[in-house]
């Protein structure tokens, strides 16, 4: 509140934002951030991958050293692997890089503020805001962050006030992740988004070896190549089992798993086999897993955990 009694946002109406690195996410936040009027004034890429997205999203941004990244920067954003992120900060921290009050906000999922110690020393504004959506690299990437929900934590109100503020500029919904939680959110959304690929592409493969050879008349042949008859099968059962599993919980849960048809089940594990023994392999586990959501008798139970 100031002494004329007007309440300012704590996030300014329009920032200078550097963007550490041009990679997937770095460039969509960075455009992002620029559709609602900040100004990135700096991006670092080193791969010629990364150098041509940046001009590609951001033609009139300049591609610049790490370090003059930060110089410019009201709003810098740390958008590096996990792996890379603790380095980064480090190196930032020892050069002096970044000034104090400069706003510092990474996008790692697994991470909170606590990496950003070492700059948090130097009197930076800490923040992790992480988008809950997975990157493909394509002009999809830029409309989703739009419709995406984000983990914020910070260091105090103000931290969360100035997170909260950027997050619904560019569409987006914050909601709040603690410190001591970030880990358990991480791994929640990598075991739903990355093992989701994984079934899929599994269960892509298993039709395209029933499906194989017995094309129709001037029928596409079922081939290796993605977006074929396999996936156009699986699309809207899978779509309406997410559906259904985001409105409904565990009642969703249908197939011979949920009846508790120990002889189907034991058949399908067979027939992958044939097929794959890890694509098995996978179907047992999460098979057990649903048997034991679904409180399946006991025989079914038992023939999962067999796996001779």
Do not use: W
Not at 5 to 17: E, F, K, S
Not at 147 to 174: H, K, M, W
């Amino acid at each position: 509140m100031t002494s004329s009694g007007i309440t300012h946002d704590p996030a300014p109406a329009r920032l200078a934002v550097g963007i550490v690195s041009a990679g997937r996410v770095g460039t969509a936040v960075g455009t992002a951030l620029e559709r609602v009027g900040h100004l990135v004034v700096g991006c670092s890429a080193v791969s010629e991958a990364s150098r041509h997205r940046a001009r590609t999203r951001l033609p009139e941004t300049e591609i610049l050293p790490v370090a003059d990244v930060a110089a410019r920067s009201e709003l810098l954003v740390l958008a590096v692997p996990d792996a890379e992120l603790a380095s980064l900060i480090a190196g930032l921290a020892s050069t002096r890089a970044v000034s104090s009050r400069t706003i510092v906000a990474h996008t790692s999922g697994a991470n909170g503020i606590g990496v950003l110690d070492p700059l948090t020393e130097q009197g930076i504004v800490p923040l992790a805001i992480h988008p809950a959506m997975t990157f493909t690299g394509h002009d999809e990437d830029i409309e989703r962050l739009a419709s995406a929900c984000f983990a914020v934590t910070a260091g105090d109100d103000i931290g969360y006030a100035i997170a909260q503020s950027l997050v619904l500029e560019i569409g987006g919904e914050p909601f709040r992740v603690s410190e001591d939680m970030r880990p358990l959110y991480h791994a929640a959304l990598a075991h739903g988004s990355n093992h989701l690929v994984t079934l899929v592409v599994d269960a892509v493969a298993s039709l395209r070896a029933a499906l194989e050879g017995q094309e129709l008349l001037g029928q596409e042949l079922i081939g290796d190549d993605p977006n074929g008859l396999a996936e156009r099968v699986l699309q809207p059962l899978l779509s309406a089992a997410l559906d259904n599993a985001l409105r409904r919980g565990p009642a969703a849960l249908t197939g011979p798993v949920a009846r508790g048809d120990v002889d189907a089940v034991a058949t399908h594990l067979r027939v992958l086999d044939e097929v794959d023994p890890h694509i098995a392999a996978g179907y047992r586990a999460l098979s057990l897993r649903s048997a034991q959501r679904a409180g399946a008798k006991p025989e079914l139970l038992d023939m999962l955990k067999d796996e001779r």
